[in-house]
């Protein structure tokens, strides 16, 4: 799973919008801010040719994360799973004593956002969770501490 870059089919589309933006209008105005502060003349004091410089740095750095990640990515959405075990692209219920349940999707680590209700199934969490089934009681190592759940469903 090292190389593979698990997404969701809605959060490769934001990807894909953010790597189109970077590919064109944010490369636009940076090179028009480049061709500006060239023409105010002698380069070596010139603040904003010094920040369009970093700003061209960390936009063509981003491009080529983004066409790395997205060469090898896989939807998973589409994926096979098996019914009631835990895997990536799964809704998973679960519960620890004495609190209400919880809801989380298992999602690659580009995509996790848990106050979205997506875990990453490389955090502590999602890895405990990782190929456990319906009705498993699973211990994870948090940052807070150890937390053990039950998991109720599985979609």
Do not use: C, H, W
């Amino acid at each position: 799973m090292s190389d593979t870059t698990y997404l969701t089919a809605e959060g490769a589309a934001k990807l894909q919008e953010e790597l189109a933006n970077l590919k064109g209008p944010r490369r636009e105005e940076i090179a028009k801010r480049l061709r500006f502060a060239i023409e105010q003349g002698d380069l070596s004091e010139n603040a904003d040719y010094s920040a369009a410089k970093e700003d061209q740095s960390f936009v063509e750095g981003r491009i080529l994360e983004l066409e790395t990640l997205l060469a090898n990515v896989k939807i998973i959405d589409n994926m096979q799973r098996e019914q009631g075990v835990v895997n990536i692209g799964s809704t998973v219920t679960i519960q620890e004593e004495n609190f209400e349940p919880e809801e989380y999707m298992i999602v690659g680590s580009q995509e996790a956002d848990p106050f979205e209700g997506k875990i990453s199934y490389q955090s502590p969490i999602g890895s405990a969770l990782y190929l456990k089934r319906i009705g498993d009681v699973v211990t994870a190592e948090t940052p807070n501490g150890r937390i053990k759940f039950k998991i109720i469903e599985v979609k």
